[in-house]
């Protein structure tokens, strides 16, 4: 059988936990060498150390220039290429109402969320561009694609991201580089604990609250349903996807609802139904 990532190099940042860790997990067992960045180092060792030969950590934070230079550079030595930046590390940032919000809060969480997410477009793109090749994945989320998902600065941060994911795209294309992002709904993670919940480590709870409002009825979005849409991106059966930004959220953001709307009447579906034809009027 052919592993769909058979001989690439990744890095992937925020790889100590969450989404991170199971795109990491996938990509191993697809045949990659991934490289871990995280601020997380206990936790990033360990995960690197569970997943065997394949992994490896490397302690950075993505605000900071020349650690993300550093991770990149680590991944290069490993065979002189780099295949695949997937942009990740994340937090939830300032929350509270728009009139309520510290500048210096609402400036950290772009901190993480953009610039951290510039960077590693940077490096990559320095590396990728050289070697006419490879794959920058960045994590947006439902929240960067509508109103009303996330807090104020999140949601601005997340689209910042599918933006600068399509600007991106469009020089590096000329290049073979292809540029996308995934946007999320809710997936159990600790940072969706934190966001709904405000506790880390509340996993179990946040699974049945995810269940229970999926338009997909009683499913919860998982990190490795986030994972299989990054090996996809990825790999190269995604060799013709570029600037796009792939929702992996059950139909949220194109209002999709597990329960029945109250306004049948202005919903087609339930409009239509018994219903053939062309309409009379
Ligand atoms: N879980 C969700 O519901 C959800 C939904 C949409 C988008 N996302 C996005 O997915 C990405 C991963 O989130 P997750 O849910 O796996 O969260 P998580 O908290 O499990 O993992 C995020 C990781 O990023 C790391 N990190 C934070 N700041 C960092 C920094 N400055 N430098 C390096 N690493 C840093 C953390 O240490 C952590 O290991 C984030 O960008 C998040 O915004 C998550």
């Known amino acids: 059988m052919t592993l769909r990532l058979d001989g690439k190099v990744a890095v992937i940042t925020g790889g100590s936990s969450g989404i991170g860790e199971a795109t990491a997990q996938m990509f191993v067992e697809q045949g990659a060498q991934v490289i871990l960045g995280d601020i997380q180092e206990d936790l990033g060792e360990s995960v690197a150390e569970r997943l065997g030969e394949g992994a490896t950590f490397a302690l950075c934070d993505v605000t900071q220039e020349d650690q993300v230079a550093e991770l990149i550079g680590e991944a290069i030595a490993i ?61 947006a989320s439902t929240a960067g694609v509508n109103g009303g998902f996330g807090p104020h600065a999140y949601a601005a941060a997340k689209h910042a991201i599918v933006g600068l994911t399509k600007n991106s795209a469009a020089e590096l294309c000329r290049y073979g580089v292809r540029v996308n992002c995934i946007a999320p709904s809710g997936v159990v993670t600790p940072l969706a604990a934190q966001a709904h919940l405000g506790d880390f480590q509340a996993l179990d709870k946040i699974r049945d609250t995810l269940a229970q409002n999926s338009p997909l009825k009683g499913r919860a979005g998982t990190a490795e349903d986030v994972a299989n849409a990054a090996l996809f991106l990825a790999s190269d059966e995604s060799g013709y996807t570029n600037g796009h930004c792939l929702t992996v959220d059950a139909g949220f953001t194109t209002g999709s609802k597990a329960t029945e709307p109250a306004h049948t009447t202005s919903v087609p579906f339930m409009r239509e139904a018994g219903k053939t034809g062309l309409t009379d009027t």
Not at 82 to 92: E, S
């Open 79 to 139: 065979n002189g290429r780099l295949d695949v930046m997937m942009n990740n590390a994340g937090i939830v940032g300032a929350r509270g109402p728009i009139d309520e919000i510290e500048l210096d809060q609402f400036q950290k969480t772009f901190d993480v969320l953009v610039s951290g997410t510039f960077l590693g477009i940077k490096h990559a793109a320095k590396k990728m561009k050289q070697q006419e090749g490879g794959s920058i994945i960045n994590l």
